[in-house]
């Protein structure tokens, strides 16, 4: 069984700063794209950023120049740090992977979710 865990959400004031964490676990072989989307009350899941494992990165226009997206590809870990917060980020973010099992098999996988309310 593979899976994602994620950590780091929270409340935080307008202009701080977060940082989640997502980890792959199980009989994973390797990841490919690795990725965060958010959804907030009433809108579409839509993607944040996301990294494949040659390093290119995808970035969200609302978020360009506040938001980092990084991985231990080691690891089947990435990380999101989010800084200069703003009330629109408020969401819950969900981590995605795209992984191979350790029998070849590819599955699309999303995390629990984790909410971040940025909120004075």
């Known amino acids: 069984q593979v899976q994602l865990v994620e950590s780091g959400g929270g409340s935080v004031q307008p202009g701080g700063s977060l940082r989640l964490s997502c980890a792959a676990s199980g009989s994973i072989f390797s990841t490919k794209a690795m990725g965060w989307y958010r959804q907030a009350p009433g809108k579409q899941r839509e993607l944040v950023a996301s990294?494949?494992?040659?390093?290119?990165?995808n970035y969200a226009d609302s978020i360009k120049g506040r938001f980092t997206i990084s991985r231990d590809t080691a690891k089947n870990t990435v990380w999101l740090q989010m800084n200069s917060l703003k009330p629109e980020d408020t969401a819950v973010y969900y981590c995605n992977a795209l992984v191979v099992t350790t029998s070849l098999n590819e599955f699309n996988l999303w995390g629990q979710g984790t909410q971040v309310t940025v909120s004075s």
């Open positions: 990294l494949t494992s040659e390093g290119r990165t």
